[in-house]
């Protein structure tokens, strides 16, 4: 139905790599938004695309949006230990639905100096 | 820089009592969501309250769980009867009203709820 999946679960880097993070619908997304949860913490927004082949970045961040509204992924370049924590992708759904977000699984980010 | 606080941070109660957690969201905020995440999973949502009633509520949210807006500032979740699949994190959110850029929500830090 409105699930989004995502893909690794796990993700364990050495300091300097890049890490990417896949996030898959089987129905369109009108938007997605990403999220960063340290450990211990709570999610904290990162960045929403709506349009479709987006490109966003934020510093070493790149997240994109698929041209079919199916798919989006979020690119760290050169991460450092600071990157460390879970990623999530989340379709957010208004209109009538106020608002609410379905979150992904989550990519566990570990980031050894 | 204004944040969703909650509180207790930490709550332990007996299975089977009631439980209130507290949330006062950013104060020009229209939309207010409680999620929870058991722990090492994905955040799930529960209700969405705008306008003093619930919008919408997963299956999650059943007749043990109500909301509450009773101040104009407070916003309260209340399990009445809790059970030991209810531990869990309870994280309150709020966005702001319609027409702004982001629908991006702001999440309270949580409340850790274990059930005994």
């Known amino acids: 139905g409105q699930q989004v999946m995502q893909i690794p679960q796990y993700q364990h880097v050495q300091e300097g790599e890049d890490f990417t993070t896949y996030c898959n619908s089987s129905?369109?997304?009108?938007?997605i938004q990403w999220y960063k949860q340290r450990p211990g913490g709570h999610p904290v927004f990162l960045i929403q695309l709506v349009k479709s082949g987006e490109v966003k970045k934020q510093k070493r961040l790149t997240f994109q949006f698929g041209e079919a509204k199916k798919n989006s992924s979020l690119h760290i370049t050169a991460t450092q230990t600071t990157d460390v924590g879970t990623y999530f992708c989340a379709r957010g759904i208004y209109g009538t639905s106020y608002g609410k977000l379905t979150f992904g699984q989550g990519t566990i980010l570990t980031v050894h100096p | 820089e204004p944040e969703v606080t909650q509180t207790p941070s930490h709550q332990v109660t007996q299975m089977g009592q009631e439980v209130i957690l507290r949330c006062v969201p950013i104060?020009?905020?229209?939309?207010f969501y409680w999620y929870r995440q058991i722990l090492g999973q994905k955040v799930e949502f529960l209700v969405s309250f705008y306008n003093n009633e619930i919008s919408e509520k997963s299956e999650i949210f059943d007749d043990q769980f109500s909301v509450e807006r009773p101040d104009g500032s407070n916003f309260t979740l209340k399990i009445r009867s809790t059970k030991l699949e209810d531990s869990a994190m309870y994280f309150c959110?709020?966005?702001?009203?319609?027409?702004?850029?982001?629908?991006?929500?702001?999440f309270g830090p949580g409340t850790r709820l274990t059930v005994l």
């Open positions: 959110a709020s966005r702001r009203p319609p027409g702004q850029a982001n629908n991006e929500q702001f």
């Open positions: 129905t369109t997304l009108s938007n």
């Open positions: 104060s020009n905020h229209l939309y």
